[in-house]
């Protein structure tokens, strides 16, 4: 198979890659460039763990083929946190026990955070369907919805 020439941006971080057209981008972004907070867990795009932003939306990369993003600006969870500090997400899944063995987290992380760029003062019933696409199996959701609307109050209360 013809290898391809590709050029991913990584949290602010230009990669040049040589990749198989088959190359699954979560393949390229875990065992090509060491982005492993992404997991593979269904590879049909139902569980979420591959969760990943390109050009700032929320997208599963284990169905999208590495060349397709070739130039796009790509977010991982590696990405969220800044000069060491967790984002006030990632604390608020920490302080709120959002999380427990961990393999969701990072897909959950990305898309909750996709979610927060323009929600508006969402109810619990609008901030479970805007995650509906990832699955949790260990938390039951309930504490991951109470640390997605504690960072919403944290963000308003910073507003103020």
């Known amino acids: 198979m013809t290898e391809r020439e590709i050029t991913l941006s990584v949290n602010g971080t230009e990669h040049d890659l040589t990749v198989e057209p088959r190359t699954l981008l979560v393949t390229a972004l875990r065992e090509d460039l060491g982005y492993t907070g992404a997991n593979v867990g269904c590879e049909t795009a139902r569980c979420g763990a591959c969760t990943v932003r390109v050009d700032g939306?929320?997208?599963k990369s284990c169905m999208r083929f590495a060349i397709q993003s070739d130039g796009?600006?790509?977010?991982?969870?590696e990405g969220l946190a800044e000069n060491g500090d967790l984002a006030p997400l990632q604390e608020q899944?920490?302080?709120n026990h959002g999380l427990q063995c961990g393999f969701c987290t990072p897909g959950m992380l990305m898309t909750a955070d996709t979610y927060?760029?323009?929600a508006d003062d969402p109810s619990r019933e609008e901030i479970r369907e805007a995650i509906e696409g990832n699955l949790c199996?260990?938390?039951?959701?309930?504490?991951i919805v109470d640390a997605i609307e504690a960072t919403l109050e944290q963000r308003e209360a910073s507003h103020e």
């Open 57 to 59: 939306e929320a997208i």
């Open 72 to 77: 796009a600006e790509i977010e991982t969870v």
């Open 116 to 118: 927060l760029k323009d």
């Open 137 to 143: 199996r260990c938390t039951g959701y309930h504490n």
């Open 93 to 95: 899944f920490q302080e």
